[in-house]
């Protein structure tokens, strides 16, 4: 199959480059469910390499992909939103067609930097990019949230209590008891904050999708999750403790100050928010995690993907609960 | 029935020739794997040591936070929990709850996570 992939990409390679172009080293980076990610050169007539990124469906047929993720002909258009927006985001060269024999993806730049999240909090070499991360996270978020919403794709719309249904009901189809989720569903439906007018929100903003390189953020990625939402979602996930790596003092992402971020945000045009805005959503964003432990585990139970990743899992949802404990300990000293 | 090995001994074995030749011998996903492996028989190593004691805990716990049958199965109490909260008959601020799940999140993730950071941010 890489094979196949290989010659559709050399047919590709002179839309993508100068007429002569090949592309060499072709790898299979990552495997989702939902995505293959393949690396390549393109190599042109002068011997000049430049790297590139093909994101496609699962052996390129779309109807393999998770029920909840957006196609990937939206993703790109989304990528390219963002990129006029000014947020830092890969530049997507080409979106496949039929005729390229790749099944549905979409070619971009490739991006150097750093993605996993423990290098990304304790590298030397990227120690001066986190002092400001939070503040450009806060740019960042501000200029997805302000793209004009008629110029993008089709997409679902989902609110702080179209979330708390959608988890509830997972949760509850999976039929295994976890009170803590109990009380934090109830917790959270009697406090559901006042709607805001729905903007694009990334779905999926945390280390692990965001590239820094010594500079800051170069990069927002894994734009599968996008929505129409409530601009205080994407801000609550950055800060839920499952992507702080161990770094808990550090509320956004393990590396910074949220008022840091929520001060940038503000400046570039977002809404101006105080920290406490977020913690009802910061508690949804653990209980939200928690429920994807017990999906991802459930892929396992029920023998679709046998794999002990799936099943180790599963073993995770208690993080989330001695963090949906500390946030009510903390709701109910404040009430 | 035999414990020598114990069970305990076995998962122990199989984790160290995981840790020392398998991993070794691996590369790319399948080291990825193989290293999940070896940290899910760490939790079973610690759920055959912690396990039994923190189930009582538990049930005791729910016997008492519930008012229920002193012999009532485990599932069954912590099915009988998320009703009650369903309901709306118990909250958050109903002496005990949040104590008790406090303390069964602790001791789950003394068996699952025992680094894991959440303990840091309890009151």
């Not at chain 1, 992909?65 to 963002?82: F, V």
């Not at chain 1, 179209?162 to 009901?169: F, I, K, S």
């Not at chain 1, 009697?190 to 590239?211: K, S, T, Y």
């Not at chain 1, 009802?280 to 991802?296: A, P, Q, R, V």
Request: charged share 25%; glycine share 8%.
């Amino acid at each position: 199959m890489p094979q196949d992939i290989e010659s559709a990409l050399n047919a590709l390679a002179s839309k993508l480059g100068e007429s002569g172009t090949k592309i060499v080293d072709l790898k299979r980076l990552s495997g989702g469910a939902s995505q293959e990610t393949w690396a390549f050169q393109l190599i042109d007539t002068n011997q000049q390499a430049s790297k590139r990124i093909l994101r496609r469906a699962p052996h390129g047929l779309s109807d393999a992909r998770s029920g909840n993720a957006m196609t990937l002909e939206s993703e790109a258009k989304l990528i390219r939103a963002a990129k006029v927006a000014g947020v830092p985001a890969p530049s997507v060269l080409h979106i496949c067609v039929p005729e390229d024999g790749l099944g549905e993806g979409f070619v971009m730049d490739f991006i150097e930097g750093e993605t996993i999240a423990p290098k990304i909090l304790r590298s030397e070499a990227l120690s001066a990019a986190r002092t400001n991360l939070a503040a450009e996270c806060g740019r960042a978020l501000a200029g997805i949230h302000n793209i004009d919403k008629s110029t993008l794709p089709t997409l679902e719309t989902s609110s702080a209590s179209d979330q708390l249904d959608r988890y509830e009901e997972l949760y509850r189809g999976y039929d295994i008891p976890r009170p803590t989720f109990d009380l934090a569903f109830q917790m959270l439906r009697d406090e559901i904050p006042e709607p805001l007018p729905q903007v694009l929100a990334h779905g999926d903003f945390r280390l692990g999708n965001l590239m820094v390189d010594e500079a800051g953020l170069a990069g927002v990625l894994d734009w599968e999750l996008a929505h129409l939402g409530d601009p205080r979602e994407d801000i609550g996930w950055i800060c839920v403790n499952s992507w702080r790596f161990g770094r808990t003092e550090n509320r956004v992402g393990g590396f910074g100050e949220l008022e840091a971020l929520l001060e940038a945000y503000a400046e570039a045009g977002g809404q101006r928010f105080n920290p406490a805005d977020i913690d009802w959503w910061e508690m949804l964003g653990s209980l939200k995690w928690g429920i994807m432990c017990m999906t991802m585990y459930d892929i396992y139970r029920t023998g679709a993907d046998p794999s002990v990743e799936r099943a180790a899992i599963g073993r995770r949802v208690s993080e989330t609960e001695i963090d949906l404990i500390a946030l009510m300990e903390t709701r109910i000293a404040n009430a | 029935m035999h414990k020598h090995p114990s069970l305990k001994e076995l998962v122990e074995a199989v984790k160290a020739f995981i840790d020392e030749t398998a991993v070794t011998e691996l590369s790319g996903h399948a080291a990825f794997h193989a290293k999940v492996a070896s940290n899910v028989l760490s939790t079973v190593v610690r759920e055959l040591e912690l396990g039994t004691d923190a189930e009582a805990e538990e049930r005791a716990r729910l016997v008492q936070l519930l008012k229920s049958d002193a012999g009532t199965e485990l599932d069954q109490l912590n099915r009988d929990l998320c009703s009650r909260i369903r309901a709306g008959d118990i909250t958050a601020s109903t002496s005990g709850v949040v104590d008790h799940l406090k303390s069964t999140a602790i001791a789950q993730l003394n068996i699952d996570q025992p680094r894991y950071s959440g303990a840091k941010r309890l009151r």
